[in-house]
């Protein structure tokens, strides 16, 4: 084997250990800023992640599926969708960096999961297992706080998804998407987010134009 060889491979070796280790640092920041924590328990804590890679359109989980990881996002976009009997896809929410992805009740039950989640980027997630997750509530009862946290967060978004679906105007969804979302809305496509504000494309061009149009007149 040439030198050329064993220097490619020791580049590539150190780039791959450096974007591992500004991963894992991204992670660390966001579990600091909502636990107190030593850096020993992070540092174990961090050992049990994994990461994983997913290109766009490749499926983080796909109905009827187990769920038997959930993930953090370091970087990209998902979505969660339901599929209706009569083929009707359905977005539930949207997730990007430094939100979480998984099926709650498959991954809990280890029931198959209802919900598909797909990358609408290509993304990389830090993933846990629920032997490793239980095995963390074991070994750092802190981190319990963290997973706490977290399904307050989702339960919140939860919430305010189901009632905007049923209180809420087209228009009112559509400007509270923008306001609550700014970081995901130049990333999703029109037919995406009609998809979640449960209008057809449309409908949702017309809706733009006329919020738009007092606008242009002033």
Known sequence: MSIHYFSSKFHQEARQNFVFYALMEQFKEFVKKRINISEEELNDIISRYEVRKIKKK?????AGEIC??????????????????????HI???????????????????EP???????????????LSKKNKDKLYEDHPVYEKLSRIMAQRAQIASQHRIISSIGFTAQERYLDFIKRYPKIYPRISNM???S??????????RLKRQILKPNRNS
């Open 58 to 62: 490749e499926y983080f989980l796909r």
């Open 68 to 89: 038997h990881y959930e993930a953090y996002v370091v970087n990209g976009l998902f979505k969660s969708f339901y599929v209706t009997a009569d083929g009707i896809e």
């Open 196 to 205: 979640y504000l449960g209008v057809t494309q449309e409908f949702l061009s």
């Open 92 to 110: 539930l929410q949207f997730a990007i960096e430094d939100w979480w992805i998984g099926d709650i009740a498959s991954f809990n039950s280890q």
């Open 192 to 194: 995406q987010l009609a």
């Open 113 to 127: 999961a209802l919900q598909n989640i797909q990358a609408l980027e290509d993304s990389v997630v830090l993933t």
